[in-house]
């Protein structure tokens, strides 16, 4: 069966920490793996990774894939209170099209 | 930029009423999808669409039906709402494969179902 699981759950941080979310998956026929942040509305895209060992970044964001251990790491420096969200992670299988998301993991970022 | 909407934003109807939700989206995406979000359990896919007319069922279609007569709207139906369909739903869509493989979601519609 096709999963996506992420960890940890929920992480309470002091604005300045630096932290680490992690995203496994074992997915069909894998195709992509993307990241979203959720505030209080739709998930908004952040990052799409295909190929491994390549690192993504946007701003104090960043983020990895390695295929051969099938994870992803998301990683954001310099927290601010403005990066508490939930944060998702999706893979996109070419069996079917689909995408496979994770159930997130609740990000608080505290003054 | 992409746009995604949806019918409405909150939505409150009583058990047994049929409902409908739509989704339109403006940049000629081939994939539209609709999923339910819901505590602890994620994004949950319900049933997703990759051509015109063409529908496959995700996780949890039961209870639930979708539409999809032209390629930019994509509808989904309960057909007799019950109380444990109180949920999020959000639709996105996306391109079909390749480099530019991102989903973009519409602003989600909260239902609650008394």
């Known amino acids: 069966e096709d999963k996506v699981v992420q960890s940890p759950l929920s992480l309470v941080v002091h604005e300045g920490d630096t932290v680490t979310l992690n995203c496994s998956y074992e997915?069909?026929?894998?195709?992509?793996l993307l990241w979203y942040k959720q505030e209080k509305k739709a998930p908004t895209f952040l990052f799409m990774l295909?190929?491994?060992?390549i690192e993504k970044k946007s701003g104090r964001l960043s983020s990895i894939l390695d295929k051969k251990e099938l994870s992803s790491i998301l990683n954001i420096t310099a927290t601010q209170t403005g990066d508490s969200a939930i944060y998702l992670c999706a893979v996109g299988s070419n069996t079917g099209n689909q995408f496979y998301f994770g159930t997130g993991t609740s990000l608080t970022v505290i003054p | 930029d992409v746009k995604v909407t949806q019918s409405s934003r909150y939505l409150v109807k009583r058990t047994g009423e049929k409902v409908f939700l739509e989704c339109v989206q403006d940049?000629?995406?081939?994939?539209m999808f609709w999923y339910r979000q819901d505590p602890g359990l994620g994004l949950r896919l319900i049933y997703f669409s990759y051509d015109v007319k063409m529908k496959e069922k995700g996780d949890i279609p039961e209870g639930y039906s979708v539409s999809r007569e032209k390629k930019e709207r994509f509808s989904l139906i309960l057909e007799s709402a019950s109380t444990n369909q109180t949920s999020m739903y959000l639709c996105a869509s996306s391109l079909s494969s390749g480099v530019r493989d991102t989903q973009y979601f519409g602003p989600g519609t909260r239902l609650t179902v008394l």
């Open positions: 940049m000629d995406h081939e994939n």
């Open positions: 295909t190929s491994s060992g």
């Open positions: 997915v069909t026929n894998f195709r992509s």
